[in-house]
């Protein structure tokens, strides 16, 4: 999927574990940007990506040997990152990463290409309904559902 669509909806489950752990408005906006960039984060292995290009030259050197849907779109980094963000953040910071980080292996998942997500004990890809193209119109509903959500918990704190 389109970085646009794993940013929002990154931000929409920030969002959620700001509800959940009942955040105060300025930690609550900091869950959300973490959810957000976490839900970027896989597509590090990708020049063209959102973050890759964000991350600039530093970006290339670091990650040109990543392959496109390898290993960071893998249940092992999201285990891996699950770990290191627990031992180095604080619980709401570490699960809004997590939670980032394992919507974006979903909404990748749900497209037609699928993840190879049990590497490297299968290398076979697997997929979820729908089996939605990249950029395609279902795309564009899952981004409006992603903002719809952010939208109505977003709103609690107007109340
Ligand atoms: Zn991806």
Known sequence: MEGKTHAMIGVAVGLAV???HHAPVDKTIVLAAIGGLAGLLPDIDHPQST???GA???GNVAFFWLRHRGLTHTLLALV???AASAYFMPGSLAMATSVGY????????MTRAGLPILWPLSAKSIHLPPGLRTGGWLESVVFLL??????????????
């Open 146 to 159: 992603a903002l719809g959500v952010a939208v109505v918990l977003g709103a609690g704190y107007l109340q």
């Open 18 to 20: 700001a509800y959940a």
């Open 102 to 109: 394992v919507s974006h292996l979903i909404a990748d998942m």
């Open 80 to 82: 891996l990152l699950g």
């Open 51 to 53: 973050i890759r290009r």
């Open 56 to 58: 600039g030259v530093a």
